[in-house]
């Protein structure tokens, strides 16, 4: 256990929310978020075929995933997991803030399985490979399904303190995971606020909340994890890895340029994953001006040469 943990909560588990065994609470919490989300989906054509979708419904729910699904990309995956730039401290918090509002768990535990993946990708000790239980037809369809959701609840967690040891000793992102219920429950009732702000009607806010909030973090987080499951099952392979990730195309718009994985796994502290033409990367790009604005730097941008020695070709 750090000083940090011991000196905030006087508990490493309570410091992050990662302890390493899931509790029966993370589990019920976790079962509300996919599953509510989900019938949303479900609701989302005849709701809007009915006339409950505004203008406003739209702006608030492009922005909070626009928002949301960079702070996970940018901030938890490519800063955080990968060290990809180096940000001052005002980025690093408003990230870590933004990838906590996305309702995918606290930085540290996110990050420390993240890392896992990698060191274990699609061998033994990877946390969602999709082969875990073979290339039978039956065996691929399981681990499909555990890759994308099952493995959330898995009891047993990824220890914080043997992959994510640099950020348990970050004084700032300890704070921020231990908040992470407060983030949460910001992003969950922003969306209805700003519906009521701008259409001054309760109406407004229930659709917002709908769509901002509830269809919001469901997309959100099937995009997510659609990376795990989808782009590590099918995709074109350009890059040499050690493991099956592969390019999804279709992907790259609703996932900040994340589904160009293969590169990414070729080569993981990248800055940016689509590196080919017409290869649209909207994590890099927010990247590339946050280091115009000087406002992050020594970023790992890929080079000519780097590129051609990962080459598979």
Known sequence: MS???????????????????????????????????FLAFLAAIPVAWGGWLGWSDVAITFVMYALTLHGVTVGYHRLFTHKSFKPNRAVKIVLAVLGSMAIEGPVIR??????KHHKYSDRDGDPHSPWRYGSSLAGLTKGFLWAHIGWLFDPEQTPIDKYAPDLVKDRDLVRISRMFWMWAGASIFL?????FLLTWSWQGALTAFFWGTVVR????????????????????????????????WWLAIPS???????????DPTSARHGV??????TS?????????????????WPTPERLEMKSAA
């Open 3 to 37: 000083a940090i943990d011991q000196a905030e909560t006087g508990s490493g588990e309570r410091a992050t929310l990662g302890g390493e065994v899931q509790s029966l609470r993370e589990q019920v919490a976790l079962s509300l978020f996919i599953a509510v989300p």
């Open 110 to 115: 996110w990050v420390a399985d993240h890392r």
């Open 191 to 195: 969306p209805p606020l700003a519906g």
């Open 217 to 248: 973090i469901g997309l959100i987080h099937h995009v997510t994890w659609s990376i795990n499951s989808i782009c590590h099952t099918v995709g074109e392979q350009p890059y040499r890895s050690r493991d099956r990730s592969g390019n999804v």
């Open 256 to 266: 900040g340029g994340e589904s160009w994985h293969n590169l990414h796994h070729a």
């Open 276 to 281: 080919r033409r017409f290869q649209l990367d």
């Open 284 to 300: 890099a790009r927010v990247i590339w001006v946050l280091e115009k604005l000087g406002w992050v730097k020594d970023v790992r």
